[in-house]
C-alpha cells in the first residue's frame, strides 16, 4: 500500500554534501510491523520524516495506495498527517500547557472531530494505554515511559492506517521498552507499523519485518514486498478532511491565554493606552462641539438677525466710536460737532411687502437653515385687566396700547409685547418655569400668552403694574398669581365706557418662561410674550388694526448658516445704487459680536491630537507584533506537532490570530471601561476651571468604534509573526528543545 522508488534526499552543509537517503526502493504491506534498523547517521529518521510528509525528497517517488505523494497538495499533505498517519517520536513532544486528556484529542481537534465524540474516545485510548486515571494530569507529572504511552494514546487517536515510531524507546529502560512495544504490538495489529530501532533484539521479537538500512539505502530486508497488479484506491478515499474550526481554534488560544495570564492581561493594558488616549480625545472634542452647538443656538435665540422698522445704524455708531477729540488742545480754533446723533444713529427701514415677500420666501424655501422665525406687523391694540375688588366688584384698567413700533427706541416704560418665535428655538431657548406651552382656541376667541422673565427672574415693574400687581421695587410675587391669569385684548381703539369683555379677546397666561443658559446677557423682552397664532388671527379678523411690517426676526441654526442667510439678506440690497435709497434695508445682528468659535477648528485640534496620540497605538502594535513572535518561538515544538498531527499552515496561523484578536478586544473593552472612568475626574476639573459640566462625554458610537480599531490593530500586528509560524518547516519545529 506504501510504495517508495528510487528515494534521494541530500543535505549540504557547506561544501559538505550527505546522501542522507540514497536511492531508496521499498515497499510496504498494509498490515505489518516493520523494523528499520542501522547505525546513527545512516538516514533513518531522514526516511521517516519523508515518509511522514513532514520533509519532502529531493527526487523519488512515494504512492499510497497507487497514488503519488509528490503530487498532493499541501492541504492533501495536511489531511494525510491528521488521518492515516499517527507519529510517535523518540521524545514524546507532549504540549505541556495541555492536560494528559487534551494531548491525545490534539488530532482529533484538528480534524474537527465534536468535543463529546473526541473526550469519549481519548478516554477510551487512555484506559487501553492504562493512564485512564492520569488524564487531568500535566505532560511535566508524568514518567518518561508514561508520556511516550500518552504519545501513543495520541498518535491513535484518529484511528491511522499507518504509524510512524522514531525511536519510541529511546529513551526509556528495558523493562519499559518492553511494555511499550507490547503496546504498539497490540494497537497496531491491523495497520502498517514502521518503527526505527536502533535495538536489534527488540526489533527482533516484536517486528514482522526486519529492514536494515546503511548510508541511505536498504542492505537487506527479511521480507521483501511487490504489490504490482493490486488495485488502485482513489484520492478522496484516503484523504479524509482535515478542518479545525475557528471556533476550537478561539478555544484554544483562550486556554493558552489562561496559562499566562498575567502577561496577557498586561498587554492588553498596555494596548489600551493608546485607545484610552483618543478616546478621551473624541469624549472632549464631542463634548466641546455640543457645548458650542448650544452655545450657538442660545446666541442666536437671544440675538436674532433683527431687520426692524427702526434700526441702530451699527456702522454709524463704529464711526462715532473712532471719532477722537483731543482734550484740553492748545490749537487756537472751535471745532464744530453735530450732536444731534439719534438721526445719523437710526435708520427707518421700509419693510415693503416686496422685501417681507423676500425674507418669507427664502424661510418657506429653505426651511433646514431656520430654527425660529417670526414676522411681526404693527398692531394697535389695548389690553385690559380686571381688577377685581375685596367687594368682588370687577372693574377694568387698561394699560397697553401699541401702534408704532415697539422694538425701537427703547421704550421708557419698558412695556413691550414680544413674538414667541417659531419652530424649534422656543424648546432650546426657553425653560417653562411655571404653567404649560401657550395653545390657542380661535373658536372661542381664547389665546394664551407666556410671561418672560429674566434670568433673576424680574419682570419691569411698570409692566407689574399693568397687569394689575400694585407692588413695589423688589417686591416679590409667586408665580401662582400669574399663570391662569385672565387678561383682555381689544384690537384698535377702546373706550371705557363702552368696554364689553365679551366682544375682546380672551388671554390666558399659559406660562412663566426664562432663558435656559445662565448667560450675563438677559433677554431684551421681558414681559408679555405673543404666540404667533394671536398675531394671525388679529390680522385675519381685525385688519384695520394692523398696518405695515413692525420687525422680522430671523433664527439660524447655528452661525455658520446665519452668514449664508446675511448673504441672502444682503443681495436683496443689490438692486439700489446707494445706501442712501429709501428703500435700502439695514439688519442688525447683535450676536455677531460673540466670537464663532468654529466647530471646524475644534474638529482640526482634534484630528491633530488624535494624530499625535496614535503614535501609542504603532507602539501597542509594535509590542504585539513582539510579543506573538516570543509566543511563537516558545512554541515552536508544539507547532512543529500540530503540523505533525495534520494541522494546516492555516490552523497555525489562526492560533497566534485568535489569540491577538482576544488581546485586542480585551485592550479595547479595558480601554474604553478605563476612558470612562477617566471622563469623571476629568470633567470635575473641567468643571473647576470653565464651570461647564460633562464636557468629557462618551458616546456609544465611539467605544464600539474604538474596541473595533484596537482589535483589528492587534490582529494585523500579530499577522506576520503568525505566518512565520505557519510557515514553519515542521521537522526543523520538532528538533527545538
Ligand atoms: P539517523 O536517524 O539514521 O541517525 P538521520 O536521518 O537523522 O540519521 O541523518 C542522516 C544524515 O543526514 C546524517 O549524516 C545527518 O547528519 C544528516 N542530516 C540530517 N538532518 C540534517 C539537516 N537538517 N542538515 C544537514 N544534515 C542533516
Ligand atoms: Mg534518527
Known amino acids: 500500500m506504501l510504495k517508495v522508488q528510487n528515494l534521494k534526499k541530500t543535505y549540504t552543509v557547506g561544501d559538505f554534501v550527505t546522501n542522507a537517503v540514497d536511492d531508496l526502493s521499498i515497499e510496504f504491506r498494509q498490515t505489518e510491523f516493520v ?8 538516514g533513518k529518521t531522514t526516511f521517516l520524516n519523508i515518509l511522514g510528509a513532514l520533509d519532502r525528497p529531493d527526487s523519488g517517488e512515494i504512492s499510497l495506495y497507487g497514488n503519488s505523494l509528490t503530487e498532493f497538495k499541501d492541504i492533501e499533505l495536511d489531511r494525510y498527517r491528521n488521518h492515516s498517519l499517527g507519529f510517535i517520536f523518540q521524545t514524546h ?10 494531548n491525545v484529542e490534539m488530532g482529533m481537534t484538528l480534524s474537527g472531530v465534536n468535543e463529546k465524540e473526541r473526550r469519549e474516545r481519548a478516554l477510551e485510548l487512555l484506559n487501553k494505554v492504562g493512564l485512564v486515571e492520569h488524564m487531568n494530569k500535566r505532560p511535566n507529572q508524568l514518567s518518561v515511559g508514561q508520556s511516550q ?29 518492553h511494555q511499550i512495544m507490547e503496546l504498539i504490538k497490540e494497537v497496531a495489529e ?20 526486519i529492514v536494515r538500512l546503511n548510508d541511505g539505502r536498504v542492505e537487506s530486508d527479511s521480507n521483501p514486498y511487490d504489490s504490482s497488479g493490486k488495485v488502485d484506491v482513489s484520492k478522496e478515499l484516503v484523504l479524509k478532511k482535515t478542518a479545525m474550526s ?25 494596548s489600551s493606552i493608546g485607545i484610552i488616549g ?56 472751535v471745532i464744530a460737532y453735530d450732536s444731534n446723533i439719534t438721526s445719523i444713529l437710526l435708520h427707518y427701514n421700509n419693510l415693503t411687502d416686496e422685501y417681507v415677500e423676500y425674507v418669507t420666501n427664502y424661510y418657506n424655501e429653505n426651511p433646514q437653515l431656520f430654527s425660529g422665525f417670526t414676522v411681526k406687523p404693527k398692531m394697535k391694540y389695548t389690553i385690559i385687566t380686571p381688577i377685581v375688588d375685596a367687594e368682588g366688584n370687577t372693574s377694568y384698567k387698561h394699560f397697553f396700547t401699541d401702534g408704532s413700533s415697539n422694538t425701537m427706541p427703547t421704550d421708557q416704560l419698558g412695556r413691550r409685547s414680544t413674538l414667541l418665535p ?9 425653560d417653562i418655569i411655571a404653567g404649560a406651552k401657550p395653545s390657542s382656541d380661535p373658536a372661542n376667541k381664547t389665546f394664551d400668552i407666556v410671561i418672560t422673565v429674566d434670568k433673576y427672574n424680574r419682570i419691569n415693574l411698570n409692566i407689574l403694574n399693568d397687569l394689575g400687581f400694585v407692588v413695589e421695587d423688589r417686591e416679590r410675587i409667586s408665580f401662582d398669581e400669574f399663570v391662569g391669569k385672565e387678561l ?6 377702546y373706550n371705557a365706557a363702552t368696554f364689553n369683555p365679551d366682544d375682546a379677546i380672551k388671554l390666558r397666561i399659559s406660562a412663566i418662561v426664562r432663558i435656559k443658559k445662565a448667560d450675563s446677557f438677559t433677554l431684551f423682552n421681558n414681559g408679555i410674550a405673543f404666540t404667533n397664532e394671536l398675531v394671525d388671527y388679529i390680522k385675519e379678523n381685525y385688519p384695520t388694526t394692523v398696518s405695515s411690517v413692525d420687525y422680522i426676526h430671523i433664527y439660524p441654526i447655528n452661525f455658520d448658516v446665519k452668514e449664508q442667510i446675511k448673504e441672502h439678506l444682503d443681495a436683496y440690497n443689490d438692486r439700489f445704487e446707494t445706501e442712501d435709497d429709501p428703500n435700502y434695508i439695514r439688519y442688525s445682528d447683535d450676536s455677531a459680536v460673540f466670537a464663532a468659535i468654529s466647530k471646524t477648528l475644534i474638529d482640526a485640534i482634534s484630528i491633530g491630537l488624535i494624530a499625535f496620540t496614535s503614535i501609542s497605538l504603532v507602539v501597542s502594535s509594535i509590542m504585539i507584533a513582539i510579543i506573538t513572535y516570543t509566543s511563537v518561538i516558545e512554541r515552536t515544538k508544539e507547532i512543529g506537532l500540530i503540523r505533525a498531527l495534520g494541522a494546516r499552515k492555516k490552523d497555525v496561523s489562526r492560533i497566534f490570530n485568535s489569540e491577538n484578536i482576544i488581546i485586542g478586544l480585551l485592550a479595547g473593552i479595558l480601554g474604553m471601561v478605563l476612558t470612562y472612568i477617566l471622563t469623571f475626574p476629568l470633567n470635575a476639573i473641567l468643571r473647576h476651571y470653565s464651570g461647564v459640566n460633562d464636557i468629557a462625554q462618551v458616546h456609544w458610537h465611539h467605544i464600539v468604534v474604538m474596541i473595533l480599531i484596537s482589535t483589528f490593530l492587534a490582529f494585523v500586528s500579530g499577522l506576520i509573526p503568525a505566518r512565520m509560524a505557519a510557515q514553519k518547516n515542521p521537522v526543523e519545529a520538532l528538533k527545538i528543545e
Open 35 to 42: 523494523a528499520i534498523l542501522g547505525p546513527s547517521g545512516c
Open 93 to 102: 513532544n507532549l504540549v505541556q500547557h495541555l492536560s494528559i486528556v487534551e
Open 149 to 177: 504511552r500518552v504519545a501513543i494514546a495520541r498518535a491513535l487517536a484518529n484511528n491511522p492506517d499507518i504509524i510512524l515510531a522514531d525511536e519510541p524507546t529511546g529513551s526509556v529502560d528495558s523493562k519499559t521498552s
Open 190 to 209: 491491523n495497520k502498517l507499523v514502521i518503527m526505527v530501532t536502533h535495538d536489534v533484539k527488540l526489533a527482533e521479537q516484536y517486528a514482522t519485518r
Open 246 to 270: 475557528f471556533k476550537t481554534s478561539f478555544l484554544s488560544a483562550l486556554k493558552n491565554l489562561k496559562t499566562k495570564l498575567g502577561r496577557a492581561f498586561l498587554t492588553a493594558f498596555a
Open 278 to 333: 483618543i478616546a478621551l480625545i473624541l469624549a472632549l472634542s464631542s463634548g466641546m462641539n455640543q457645548e458650542i452647538e448650544t452655545f450657538q443656538t442660545q446666541t442666536i435665540g437671544q440675538y436674532p438677525i433683527n431687520i426692524s422698522s427702526v434700526q441702530i445704524n451699527q456702522d454709524a455708531i463704529a464711526e462715532l466710536r473712532q471719532q477722537t477729540f483731543e482734550s484740553f488742545p492748545k490749537e487756537k480754533e
Open 422 to 430: 417659531d419652530g424649534g428655538i422656543f424648546d432650546s431657548v426657553y
Open 488 to 493: 383682555f385684548l381689544k384690537p384698535g381703539g
